[in-house]
């Protein structure tokens, strides 16, 4: 695959999702919590109370710690007087990478299709999602509809359930994006689709954007590659969207 990063995401704020282990029942990607990085220094915050259940799909705190979410382990909320964490709080996402410092930080970075002069730690928690196999969270970009410019790679929902029909098919493959406004969960689902079969969905917390862009902009898209095997296979998908004059511009 030959396509590679020429404009990186530049978030001012992530979501931290948390999905729950193997074993649980439901397993959907919960937003817990935001990272911003506004002000003068980055701070993080638990979702509450109706935001919480506007980004859960009407779904309670309740509901989500009997799924078995007991919060990040760095951000105790019992800790924090006005709910916001100030101290330390990039440091403790960037420590779910691999040190910068590293030989082979190159290397890790080519499998987001990276390479050039040393991205900005939101950038770069952005592209990567800081996810590690262990503990079931990750930084999501909800990316910004107004950008005009951007490339990025995106975990494809929902793949695990399609792993044996979509076997056939190779890295590098280009995939539809293509709205799916009748969907029961979410009027803004974009699902991908390969040479007519559906692989899976655009991220929940990312589909206002991405169904945006379908409309004001030019939007590709590639299988990138997977990985995982047995009950958690993954795969990510390369997109690359751009302005284009001919298109309406909506708000």
Known sequence: MEHWVE?????????LAWRAPDGVLDRMRWAVGVLSNVGPTATFRYLRNGEFKAENRGKNLAQLTASGFRGYPTFDAGRSKDGIFAEGV?????????????PDFPKYLELYRYRGIPLAP????????????????????RLDPQSVAC??????????????????LRDGVELQLIP??????????????????TIGYVNRLQTRSVAMWLKTRVVSCWLLRRSGRGH????????RMR?????????
């Open 7 to 15: 404009y990186p995401p530049n978030p001012s704020e992530l979501t």
């Open 90 to 102: 990039l440091e403790a996402f960037l420590r779910r990478m691999p040190p910068a410092a590293r």
């Open 122 to 141: 939101m950038s770069l928690l952005a592209l990567t999602t800081a996810k590690l196999p262990s503990d079931g969270f990750s930084l999501v970009d």
């Open 151 to 168: 490339d990025t790679v995106l975990e494809i929902a929902g793949f695990r359930y399609r792993e044996t029909e979509t076997a056939f």
């Open 180 to 197: 799916e406004p009748t969907n029961p969960y979410d009027s803004s689902a974009v699902k991908m689709e390969a040479s007519g079969v």
């Open 232 to 239: 958690s296979p993954l795969a990510f998908a390369f997109m």
């Open 243 to 251: 302005s284009n004059e001919n298109l309406p511009m909506t708000s």
